[in-house]
Every structure is written in structure tokens, then in C-alpha cells.
């Protein structure tokens, strides 16, 4: 069945560095994905996307990479800031019907000062 | 463009009440996602709507829910005889499909109900 998980559930960073958070994906007629930030008591809120027709999107600071191959998604934040503390979530979807997203459980990330 | 907007924010019910929210989307968006997130875990689909007709519902919509959105624009979510089992965000998204392609969905800020 369809499935997104993550590999990682916590990553802690210092700020300035640089953040990688990873996907993985079991449906292989995916061909959208999102990423989505969500902070505490707050909905989700896009970050970037990328079509199955592109390995690599970017965006401001931040960088999506897709691997069909493997089924693996990423997440690049460039010069993690302590405002990009939150939990991310990947999320797939493929052309044709409602378009619905399947979510993985997310990464929380912590940007030490 | 205000974004998508959710009504309540947070509901507290007691256990065999109906409760209903609302959420406003992103003007000129025609589709429109209900979600359920619980403590941890991602957001699970519910149904969707493209203009006023509802397309796909989810098992997880049992037949104590039920979700409109008359005149293409907003929508209301009702769950009927609440169950502690229903605690929980239930978010709304919106999208305006692209000819030939996705259209991002764009999430409002939720309504958390806690069923007691």
C-alpha cells in the first residue's frame, strides 16, 4: 500500500549549519511530492515541491533532491536558523483523482543557538 | 490572498455531542481537503471536494461525519454523536489544480477538538 516514512524521527543541528532531512516513499506511481513545516499548534505550511519529472527543485535556502530510483526524497536547509526549529513532513501524491497526500510521521528538528 | 481560514480553532465537546467546523479556502481555489492529525503522526486524508462536489471520501470518514461545501466555496465539517476517539486537528486545505499538472495544497491553521 501506499506509505511515506522518514528516516530519521529528531534531528539537532547548530544554527548556521547545514540541515539534511530524508524520505522514503514505497508508491512508485507517486509522482508529486511536498514538503511541509509545521510548528507547534499550527497547520502545515508549504516549503517547496518537486514534479517525478525532476531530480532537484530550489528554493530560498532550501533544496529539494527526488531519487526514483531508490524512492527517496530530501530536504536541504541551507544555514539552519533556530526560526526553522519545527516538524517537517514529506508528503506524496499522483496525478489523476483527488490528488490526495499521503504523510509520513515527520522529523522534528531542534536549531541550537 | 488570506489564506485558507479555519473556524473554531479549538472545540471542546463532551461525548455524544455534534460539532460542526468551517473552513474558508484560498479564493478561487477549487479543490478542497479535509484532513485528521493526531498527537505525532501526519495528517490523515478525509475527503475532498472539487467545487461542490464531493469526490473521494476516506474509510476513515465513518457515517457519523459528513462534510459539505454548497456553493463551491467554503465548507463545513460535521461529526455527529462525538466519540473520545474523534479528539483531534482537523485541518483543511485548498488548491487550485493546474491544467495538466498538481496544485500545491495550502493548509489553514487547524481546529483541535477535544472530546471529553
Known amino acids: 500500500g501506499e506509505s511515506v516514512g522518514l528516516h530519521l524521527p529528531t534531528l539537532s543541528v547548530q544554527e548556521g549549519d547545514n540541515s539534511i532531512i530524508n524520505c522514503a516513499y514505497s508508491n512508485s506511481a507517486s509522482d508529486y511530492f511536498i514538503w511541509y513545516k509545521q510548528e507547534s499548534g499550527k497547520g502545515p505550511q508549504f516549503i517547496i515541491d518537486?514534479?517525478?519529472?525532476?531530480d532537484k527543485r530550489q528554493g530560498q535556502r532550501v533544496t529539494v533532491l527526488l531519487n526514483k530510483t531508490v524512492k527517496h526524497l530530501s530536504l536541504q536547509i541551507a544555514a539552519t536558523q533556530p526560526g526553522d526549529s519545527a516538524v517537517y513532513f514529506c508528503?506524496?501524491?499522483?496525478?489523476?483523482?483527488?490528488?490526495?497526500?499521503?504523510f509520513g510521521k515527520g522529523t522534528k528538528l531542534t536549531v541550537n543557538p | 490572498d488570506t489564506g485558507v481560514s479555519q473556524n473554531p480553532r479549538h472545540k471542546i465537546t463532551k461525548r455524544g455531542q455534534n460539532v460542526t467546523f468551517r473552513c474558508d479556502p484560498i479564493?478561487?481555489?477549487?479543490?478542497l481537503y479535509w484532513y485528521r492529525q493526531t498527537l505525532g503522526q501526519g495528517p490523515e486524508f478525509l475527503t475532498y471536494?472539487?467545487?461542490?462536489?464531493?469526490?473521494?471520501k476516506s474509510r476513515l470518514l465513518s457515517d457519523r461525519f459528513s462534510a459539505e461545501r454548497p456553493k463551491g466555496s467554503f465548507s463545513t465539517l460535521e461529526i455527529q454523536r462525538t466519540e473520545q476517539g474523534d479528539s483531534a486537528m482537523y485541518l483543511c486545505?485548498?488548491?487550485?489544480?493546474?491544467?495538466?499538472?498538481?496544485?500545491?495544497?495550502?493548509f489553514g491553521p487547524g481546529t483541535r477538538l477535544l472530546v471529553l
Open positions: 508528503a506524496e501524491s499522483f496525478q489523476g483523482g483527488s490528488e490526495k497526500l499521503v
Open positions: 471536494f472539487q467545487n461542490e462536489a464531493q469526490l473521494e
Open positions: 486545505a485548498s488548491s487550485n489544480r493546474l491544467a495538466g499538472g498538481h496544485g500545491a495544497q495550502y
Open positions: 479564493s478561487e481555489h477549487n479543490r
Open positions: 518537486i514534479r517525478s519529472n525532476m
